[in-house]
């Protein structure tokens, strides 16, 4: 199936932190690592909730977008027959791909200051080892997708709506690529800042001709049209920066159904 070439003069600047070794790092460690502080995995838990409104449907096939290095992916195989995958980042993608194709793959943890401690992410560690086959991943632009990735089940866009340079116009295209009763997942905890998406093009967090709207409402305002709002909850999840500093963030989850 043929991909469309990310559009990376669309992006903001922002977007280039995810090349780095040390997001690749961060990422492995959070997609992959121990629970943190009693909080469960982020990927985990949002691919079983999808799974939870699957409202008695057999998924075929599955699209994550946004898949960072891959562990949304991998769960949804365990749902799904095939899974298609992308990242806008390079980085992220061979990282998804390296996994696939070892089954493990080593990186290296900030501790403090300039010292690190290797770590390994394992797919069999986790039982996914059987699955990884499902996956196909690849570089996208999330606003750029290809024609030919649509007929989907379901879909899930991780922590990834206010990290696009047009999210509007991304809600509008991807319900298109749902078959008809299809679930699209979203999660963000909508940190909105002006170098992923310029101010006027945020869907929440800002006021709109003098009043206060959030980003719920922004997309209901889009998604409404041709879908149902069928769920939401709140996940939270904790990201490592060195061994005494993390983030503890909480997403809200919201689930559509496509009418």
Request: include cysteine.
């Given at each position: 199936?043929?991909?469309?070439?990310?559009?990376?003069?669309?992006?903001?600047?922002?977007?280039?932190?995810?090349?780095?070794?040390?997001?690749?790092?961060?990422?492995?460690?959070?997609?992959?690592?121990?629970?943190?502080?009693?909080?469960?995995?982020?990927?985990?838990?949002?691919?079983?909730?999808?799974?939870?409104?699957?409202?008695?449907?057999?998924?075929?096939?599955?699209?994550?977008?946004?898949?960072?290095?891959?562990?949304?992916?991998f769960e949804l195989?365990?749902?799904?027959?095939?899974?298609?995958?992308?990242?806008?980042?390079?980085?992220?993608?061979?990282?998804?791909?390296?996994?696939?194709?070892?089954?493990?793959?080593?990186?290296?943890?900030?501790?403090?200051?300039?010292?690190?401690?290797?770590?390994?992410?394992?797919?069999?560690?986790?039982?996914?080892?059987?699955?990884?086959?499902?996956?196909?991943?690849?570089?996208?632009?999330?606003?750029?997708?290809?024609?030919?990735?649509?007929?989907?089940?379901?879909?899930?866009?991780?922590?990834?709506?206010?990290?696009?340079?047009?999210?509007?116009?991304?809600?509008?295209?991807?319900?298109?690529?749902?078959?008809?009763?299809?679930?699209?997942?979203i999660t963000s905890?909508?940190?909105?800042?002006?170098?992923?998406?310029?101010?006027?093009?945020?869907?929440?967090?800002?006021?709109?001709?003098?009043?206060?709207?959030?980003?719920?409402?922004?997309?209901?305002?889009?998604l409404g049209k041709?879908?149902?709002?069928?769920?939401?909850?709140?996940?939270?999840?904790?990201?490592?920066?060195?061994?005494?500093?993390?983030?503890?963030?909480?997403?809200?989850?919201?689930?559509?159904?496509?009418?």
């Amino acid at each position: 199936m043929p991909t469309a070439e990310p559009n990376r003069e669309s992006h903001t600047p922002g977007a280039l932190i995810y090349e780095t070794d040390a997001s690749v790092a961060q990422y492995l460690e959070f997609h992959y690592g121990p629970p943190l502080f009693g909080v469960a995995n982020f990927p985990k838990a949002c691919i079983s909730e999808a799974a939870e409104h699957a409202d008695g449907r057999t998924w075929q096939r599955a699209l994550d977008v946004g898949c960072a290095v891959g562990r949304s992916s991998f769960e949804l195989a365990r749902f799904a027959a095939t899974v298609d995958a992308c990242d806008f980042s390079a980085a992220f993608v061979k990282a998804c791909q390296g996994l696939q194709e070892a089954g493990a793959v080593g990186y290296a943890i900030t501790t403090e200051g300039m010292l690190t401690e290797p770590r390994t992410a394992s797919l069999a560690e986790h039982g996914l080892a059987e699955v990884a086959g499902r996956v196909r991943f690849f570089e996208a632009d999330a606003c750029r997708l290809d024609p030919a990735l649509t007929g989907y089940d379901v879909v899930f866009a991780g922590n990834l709506i206010d990290r696009l340079y047009q999210p509007a116009a991304f809600l509008e295209g991807i319900v298109g690529r749902l078959v008809p009763g299809g679930l699209l997942m979203i999660t963000s905890p909508y940190t909105w800042l002006e170098e992923y998406t310029p101010r006027d093009r945020w869907l929440g967090g800002r006021e709109v001709e003098g009043t206060p709207q959030s980003t719920l409402t922004g997309m209901q305002q889009v998604l409404g049209k041709t879908c149902d709002l069928v769920g939401r909850r709140d996940i939270p999840f904790v990201i490592r920066e060195t061994a005494r500093k993390h983030q503890h963030t909480v997403a809200e989850a919201s689930f559509w159904r496509r009418r």
